[in-house]
């Protein structure tokens, strides 16, 4: 394991589901945990229609079902993800309190390559929450994100504008969120622009030093607009 502190962010290169146990209550979790084998076989980019763009383990069902369980106990507020929808839909019947599930529509969204069937465009996802009462900052929004995919270093980059706007709606300044499978730190990129401290956990050592770079980054770039003392 290694630890790194780059200002309120905390990065853990470790596996996740070794080290959440070890965390004490965080906020709340917002993360874009692997998805189930036939996901990960089946993305495909324009440029590469033979192979799979995803090159880290997926999870299984019992995996999936152990984390949300987890991370509930674990939160104390939300836990929001992007996951396979076959993996949302096993939410409720295993017992894992599942608020909403909402979707994240991709306007420009790979189509469908093979061409004999309608393409997806959207992606599952699930917002949990221990019981108890329940706030967040979106008002009557319906829980139906509409946004661009990003093309980044990371193969399954999340827009940093959906970030922002869950991170928003779903969390308060000085709060502290966890994303226990970090990837290129989108999530805490969003954290750093809104004043909120974050916990990233990231397996991979490639994907961890992307992502201390570009925790480093976004705290130079607000350190920049930060005002001054006159």
């Known amino acids: 394991m290694r630890k790194e502190q780059i200002g309120n962010a905390t990065l853990y290169l470790a596996d996740a589901f070794e080290i959440m146990p070890k965390l004490g209550e965080v906020d709340s979790i917002i993360t874009d945990p692997p998805y189930n084998a036939k996901t990960h076989k089946g993305a495909r980019s324009a440029r590469s229609l033979a192979a799979s763009r995803i090159d880290f383990d997926s999870l299984t069902e019992d995996q999936f079902i152990a984390f949300c369980a987890n991370s509930v106990t674990l939160a104390k507020r939300w836990v929001v993800m ?68 990003e093309h980044g270093e990371h193969p399954t980059q999340k827009p940093l504008k959906l970030l922002v706007d869950w991170v928003m709606k779903f969390t308060d300044e ?41 925790i480093a980054d976004a705290h130079k770039q607000a350190s920049l607009f930060a005002p001054r003392a006159s």
């Open 82 to 149: 992007s996951c396979a929808w076959q993996h949302a839909a096993l939410l409720e019947k295993a017992g894992v309190p599942l608020v909403r599930l909402g979707i994240w529509h991709k306007p420009n969204g790979a189509p469908q390559f093979t061409g004999d069937r309608p393409g997806v465009g959207w992606e599952a996802i699930a917002i949990l929450h221990r019981d108890g009462r329940k706030h967040w900052n979106g008002g009557g929004h319906h829980a139906v994100w509409v946004c661009n995919v």
């Open 174 to 214: 000085g709060e502290t969120v966890l994303d226990p499978f970090m990837g290129s730190a989108t999530t805490g990129v969003a954290c750093v622009k809104l004043g909120r401290a974050f916990i990233g956990i990231e397996k991979r050592a490639d994907y961890f030093a992307l992502a201390c770079r570009r």
